[in-house]
T-cell receptor
Framework: GAGVSQSPSNKVTEKGKDVELRCDPISGHTALYWYRQSLGQGLEFLIYFQGNSAPDKSGLPSDRFSAERTGGSVSTLTIQRTQQEDSAVYLC????????????FGPGTRLTVT | KQEVTQIPAALSVPEGENLVLNCSFTDSAIYNLQWFRQDPGKGLTSLLLIQSSQREQTSGRLNASLDKSSGRSTLYIAASQPGDSATYLCAVISYNTDKLIFGTGTRLQVFP
């Protein structure tokens, strides 16, 4: 594919349920990032992968949030026992792996917790 | 802690005007600065990337400058068009990190 893809594009879930969000980075990109954009808030960093390891998880807001990356490609962000404050757009980005390099963003997943 | 601020928060102008959007950051130790565009309900589109050693970058009607020592960047949009209406975000990557720190954006509306 030409760009970063994310699925689903929209997800509505009930409070307390678990959700999984998927990100497919640009082929060959070793770095993958998750960000969150809440209504009325700015964009905030969640977690960064270099290959399959996550050297920076500092932005995960609680232990209900986890992420993994397999095969150096696809990443899944999991939110357990969702809360209403988790409602946001979750954006994924990838880059070729150096901090100097441009990050390319996917279209995002809009999560609504009712 | 790096903080990024954008001024103005919102801007409404008639078509054809030249515009300047401002971005400031508190820690000048950065690798690079990126300007993005975000349309309502959409993801981010990268407009320009300026490395810390560069002073400016140009793409079409867009020109971005960087003054690292003073912690400032400007995005200049020439001859604005209604299609330029969007939210514009700047973001920096600080030394010893890999994450983008974003400003809160400037919401631009260009009317015919």
């Amino acid at each position: 594919g030409a760009g970063v893809s994310q699925s689903p594009s929209n997800k509505v879930t009930e409070k307390g349920k678990d959700v999984e969000l998927r990100c497919d980075p640009i082929s060959g990109h070793t770095a993958l990032y998750w960000y969150r954009q809440s209504l009325g808030q700015g964009l905030e960093f969640l977690i960064y992968f270099q290959g399959n390891s996550a050297p920076d998880k500092s932005g995960l807001p609680s232990d209900r949030f986890s992420a993994e990356r397999t095969g150096g490609s696809v990443s899944t962000l999991t939110i357990q026992r969702t809360q209403q404050e988790d409602s946001a757009v979750y954006l994924c980005a990838s880059s070729s792996g150096l901090a100097l390099d441009e990050q390319y963003f996917g279209p995002g997943t809009r999560l609504t917790v009712t | 802690k790096q903080e990024v601020t954008q001024i103005p928060a919102a801007l409404s102008v008639p078509e054809g005007e030249n515009l300047v959007l401002n971005c400031s950051f508190t820690d000048s130790a950065i690798y690079n600065l990126q300007w993005f565009r975000q349309d309502p309900g959409k993801g981010l589109t990268s407009l320009l990337l300026i490395q810390s050693s560069q002073r400016e970058q140009t793409s079409g009607r867009l020109n971005a400058s960087l003054d690292k020592s003073s912690g400032r960047s400007t995005l200049y949009i020439a001859a604005s068009q209604p299609g330029d209406s969007a939210t514009y975000l700047c973001a920096v990557i600080s030394y010893n990190t890999d994450k983008l720190i974003f400003g809160t954006g400037t919401r631009l509306q260009v009317f015919p």
